[in-house]
């Protein structure tokens, strides 16, 4: 079941932390949309899904906003 994260006007590292909060009830498999507005937040999620082993599924700018789907393993 695909979860979303409104992380827009928070700054480095809030959309992260907030995002691993949001990912630990969800079951492997799920995935969870963050959109955020912070500008370092595409490089901020793939080291987070380095870090975590987390699948990053898609990383695109829309706009002045960053939608970010990370896959949980």
């Not at 990912?23 to 380095?50: H, Q, W, Y």
């Not at 987390?54 to 789907?69: M, N, P």
Request: glycine letters at 6%.
């Amino acid at each position: 079941m695909p979860e979303t994260l409104d992380a827009r006007g928070l700054k480095c590292p809030l959309p992260v932390l907030k995002a691993k909060k949001a990912m630990r009830p969800l079951a492997a498999g799920d995935t969870l949309t963050v959109i955020a507005t912070d500008p370092s937040a595409p490089k901020d999620f793939e080291n987070f899904c380095e870090a975590t082993g987390y699948a990053l599924v898609e990383s695109r700018a829309d706009g002045g906003e960053f939608v970010i789907v990370v896959r949980k393993s």
